[in-house]
């Protein structure tokens, strides 16, 4: 049990259409991060924030977005749905010193289908 | 850029046997190393790191030593058992950058574990 929490952990979502996922991060972590996972692969670093604000981001185009709130719970927004998108949507959070040694907890995702 | 390469799997193995799983990396600054194993139906989870050269990292019979002249980080147990079936993923940090929360990970290697 990590203490990260996301929503929903299923949905499905047609091309072109646009997603919210959601991630309520382990209490007294002020980093959250967002993977993208394919099918068999290993998550891709989609971005970071660190006390609200975007610090670092992966090579995603910028039809992904973000928002951390002050209560260090974050949203994952993507615009303009493709294919591709299908993917396990994972949230990662971390303290100060542990975000910053790789030390992340993980919550169990979001599986996203578009069609 | 950084990049993390696994041993292709998936494993398979009979209970009590040696398990080793390769890991070699690629990274422009002095990253720190982890191992985290992904249970059925679970989130990633931390297995073990090691931030510095010659470091070994340990946890549940697991153990790995980050070698800086060979650029790997590979993964030992000397007797799995069967609930140690899992996908295991390799992954860094660079600590040199900002991006506390940025893992770059490795394709994943699936483990299965045979009475």
């Known amino acids: 049990e990590t203490g990260v929490t996301q929503s929903p952990t299923h949905l499905i979502k047609t091309r072109g259409q646009q997603v919210t996922l959601r991630c309520s991060s382990q209490?007294?972590?002020?980093?959250v991060s967002w993977y993208q996972q394919a099918l068999g692969q290993g998550p891709q670093f989609i971005f970071q924030?660190?006390?609200?604000?975007?610090?670092g981001r992966g090579n995603f185009p910028p039809r992904f977005s973000g928002l951390q709130f002050p209560n260090y719970s974050s949203e994952l927004n993507v615009n303009a749905l493709e294919l591709d998108d299908s993917a396990l949507y994972l949230c990662?959070?971390?303290?100060?010193?542990?975000?910053?040694?790789?030390?992340?907890?993980f919550g169990e995702g979001s599986r996203l289908t578009v069609l | 850029g950084d990049s993390v390469t696994q041993m292709e799997g998936p494993v398979t193995l009979s209970e009590e046997a040696f398990l080793t799983i390769n890991c070699t990396y690629t990274?422009?600054?002095?990253?720190?190393l982890f191992w985290y194993v992904q249970y059925p139906g679970e989130g990633l989870q931390l297995l073990l790191k090691?931030?510095?050269?010659?470091d070994k990292g340990s946890n549940k019979g697991f153990e790995a030593t980050y070698r800086k002249e060979t650029t790997s980080f590979h993964l030992e147990k000397g007797s799995v058992q069967v609930s140690d079936s899992a996908v295991y993923f390799c992954?860094?940090?660079?600590?040199?950058?900002?991006?506390?929360?940025?893992?770059?990970f490795g394709q994943g290697t699936i483990l299965t574990v045979h009475p």
């Open positions: 990662a959070s971390g303290g100060d010193r542990r975000a910053n040694t790789g030390e992340l907890f």
């Open positions: 209490s007294g972590h002020n980093t």
């Open positions: 924030y660190y006390r609200e604000e975007e610090n």
């Open positions: 990274a422009t600054g002095y990253p720190s």
């Open positions: 090691a931030t510095k050269a010659d």
């Open positions: 992954a860094l940090n660079d600590a040199g950058g900002t991006s506390y929360g940025k893992l770059t």
